[in-house]
C-alpha cells in the first residue's frame, strides 16, 4: 500500500503525536509498504529530507499560524498537496490530530482526488465552553468524509463519536506503543543515598496540569530528600520558575527544558517516581515510557489513562493539589519499604556469607558435621528461594497492600513495587509496534475494499453537520482542483521514484 501521514506536528518537533506517527511509517516501511510524510517547515528542514530507513517527509514551505498549526484555509495549499498525492501515487491519507489543518486539509483533498482516507484522534474534548463546541463542530465537518477514524483508548473513541458524531462502525480503537528496547531500566543513575527524585515530563501548558504541579511543588519544601527534575517546556514554565523561586528550592527542583525524545530515558532512569498531572489525555505515552524504565507512576485519573496501565504499576489521583500529594506521599512510603527490605536481604545475605566457612571447623566431627551439613543446605535453600522470588513476590502483593496512608505502618511496604526489569516485561507485554501496526494495517486493507463515492456522495455527506455554508469551499475546492487537472494533467506529473530496499536497510 501507499500512505501519507500528514500532520502539523513531526519531528525536529516532539510529541505524543511525532513519536506515533515516526514508528508507525518505520514498521510499515519494514514491512514492504510505501510510507510518506507531510507537514510543514521547521526552522531549516524545508524540502524534502529523507529519515532512518528512507522514511520521505515533505517539509512544504507554508508558515505556522498558531500553536505549531497552519492557517485553516482548505483553498490556498490545494496546489501542493495534489502535487504530492499524485507525484508519490498515494492510496491512502491518514491525517493525524484534531489540531492539525494540515491533516484536515490534506484528507478533504484526497477524498475529492478519490483516495482513501484515515484519521487517528489523539485528543479529548469537552462540551461546555465556547472553544470546545467551535473545534467540534469543525471536526464533525472534517470527519464526514473519512472513510474510517481511529482513537487511542476506548474513552477517546466515546469522546469522538459523541462530539463528531461519526458512526461507531466507523471508529476503531488502536493503542499507541512504546519502544521497550529503548526504554530500559538502570536503577544504577539512580541516587544511592536517601534522595528520590521525582520526574516529570510534558508540554508546560495548561493542558497537562502545570498548575496543578506548581501547588504540589512547595509542600516538599520541608522535606530536602525529595527533589524534582522537569523535562519538557511551554508557557508554563515561567510559572514553575516563579514557585521555585518563592518556595527557595533553586537546587531541587531541576529545569531540564526541551530535549530530544531520545534524550528522555536519560532523565527517566535518574528517578524514582514519575508524575503525570494530565487535565485530560486520550493515552498517555510518558507514562508507559516511565512504567518501561521501572520507575512508579503516579497520574490523574482523568480520560484514557486508567486503561494504559494495570493497577499494579500506576497509582491514581484525582486531579486535586491535595489527592496527587497524597499518591505521591503513597509511592515514597513503598519506596522508603523497598529500600528498607533491600537492606535486609543484603545484610542476611552478608551474614550467611560470613558464617558459611565456621564449617570447616567441625570437619573432625563425623556426626556433628553431617548435622551441621544439612542446616547448611537448608539455610542455603531457603536463602535461594528468598533471592530468586524477590521480584514474584513484589508482584503478586499489590492485591494485599494496604493503602492507609494514616497508619503509616509497615504494611505499605517493598511488596507493592515491582521490579524495574519486571515493570518492562509486562509494559514489552501489553505494547508493541508490529501489534499496533498489524491493526493498522487491517483498517487499511478494509476500506480499500470499499466502493469511491463520487462528487455528489461526498456533497451529500457534509449536509449531515447541518451547516450548509460548508458546500461552497468544497465545491470551490473542487473546481479548483479540476482547473489544477486541466492546466497540469496528473498523467503527465513525473512520478517519483521509489527507494530501493538495499537503501532502506
Not at 404 to 423: F, Q, R, T, W
Request: glycine share 6%.
Amino acid at each position: 500500500m501507499r500512505i501519507c501521514m500528514a500532520s502539523d506536528f513531526f519531528y525536529p518537533s516532539i510529541g505524543g503525536v511525532e513519536e506515533h506517527i515516526f514508528n508507525l511509517s518505520q514498521i510499515l516501511l519494514k514491512r514492504g509498504h510505501k510510507v510518506i510524510i507531510l507537514t510543514h517547515c521547521y526552522g531549516e528542514s524545508k524540502g524534502i529530507r529523507y529519515l532512518t530507513n528512507g522514511l520521505k517527509v515533505y517539509y512544504l514551505p507554508i508558515k505556522v499560524f498558531y500553536a505549531q498549526s497552519i492557517l485553516p484555509t482548505m483553498i490556498c495549499n490545494a496546489p501542493l498537496i495534489r502535487a504530492v498525492l499524485i507525484r508519490e501515487q498515494i492510496e491512502i491519507v491518514h491525517g493525524h490530530s484534531a489540531f492539525s489543518a494540515l491533516g484536515h486539509e490534506a484528507m478533504i483533498v484526497g477524498s475529492l482526488l478519490g483516495l482513501k482516507t484515515v484519521f487517528t484522534d489523539h485528543s479529548l474534548f469537552g462540551f461546555a465552553d465556547l472553544s470546545a463546541v467551535f473545534t467540534n463542530k469543525m471536526l464533525e465537518i472534517d470527519l464526514t468524509c473519512v472513510d474510517h477514524c481511529i482513537c487511542v483508548s476506548h474513552i477517546g473513541k466515546e469522546n469522538t463519536v459523541l462530539r463528531a458524531r461519526v458512526p461507531k462502525e466507523r471508529v476503531s480503537v488502536i493503542p499507541n506503543a512504546v519502544d521497550t528496547a529503548l526504554f530500559t531500566p538502570d536503577p544504577s543513575r539512580r541516587p544511592q543515598d536517601d534522595t528520590i527524585n521525582i520526574v516529570v515530563a510534558s508540554r508546560l501548558v495548561y493542558r497537562k496540569g502545570i498548575d496543578l504541579l506548581s501547588g504540589i511543588i512547595p509542600r516538599f519544601k520541608s522535606m530536602p530528600n525529595i527533589k524534582f527534575i522537569i523535562v519538557g517546556d511551554g508557557l508554563k514554565r515561567e510559572l514553575l520558575e516563579e514557585i521555585r523561586e518563592k518556595a527557595n528550592m533553586q537546587d531541587r527542583v531541576q529545569m531540564i527544558g526541551a530535549v530530544e525524545h531520545v534524550e528522555v530515558r536519560e532523565y527517566l532512569v535518574q528517578g524514582h517516581i514519575f508524575l503525570n498531572t494530565s487535565l485530560t489525555e486520550a493515552y498517555c505515552m510518558a507514562i508507559v515510557e516511565a512504567a518501561s524504565c521501572g520507575l512508579q507512576v503516579v497520574s490523574t485519573n482523568v480520560g484514557g489513562i486508567p486503561e494504559v496501565l494495570p493497577d499494579n504499576l500506576i497509582i491514581l489521583t484525582k486531579p486535586e493539589v491535595d489527592s496527587i500529594y497524597e499518591g505521591i506521599m503513597k509511592a515514597i512510603k513503598r519506596l522508603q519499604g523497598y529500600n528498607k527490605q533491600s537492606t535486609t536481604h543484603r545484610n542476611l545475605n552478608t551474614s550467611n556469607e560470613t558464617k558459611t566457612p565456621h564449617a570447616s571447623a567441625h570437619d573432625h566431627h563425623p556426626a556433628k558435621n553431617g548435622k551441621l551439613s544439612r542446616k547448611l543446605k537448608k539455610r542455603h535453600t531457603k536463602n535461594s528461594m528468598q533471592n530468586s522470588s524477590s521480584c514474584q513476590t513484589k508482584a503478586i502483593a499489590n492485591n494485599i497492600v494496604n493503602d492507609n496512608l494514616d497508619a503509616g505502618d509497615d504494611v505499605i511496604s517493598s511488596e507493592a513495587i515491582l521490579c524495574p526489569h519486571k515493570c518492562n516485561e509486562i509494559v514489552a507485554s501489553l505494547y508493541n509496534w508490529n501489534n499496533v501496526t498489524q491493526r493498522t494495517e487491517k483498517v487499511y486493507e478494509s476500506i480499500l475494499k470499499e466502493p469511491s463515492r463520487s462528487l455528489g456522495e461526498i456533497l451529500h455527506s457534509y449536509l449531515r453537520a447541518d451547516v450548509w455554508s460548508i458546500l461552497l469551499p468544497i465545491s470551490m475546492l473542487h473546481l479548483i482542483l479540476r482547473f489544477l487537472e486541466f492546466i497540469r494533467p496528473s498523467r503527465y506529473m513525473e512520478k517519483a521514484r521509489d527507494l530501493p530496499y538495499s537503501f532502506k536497510e
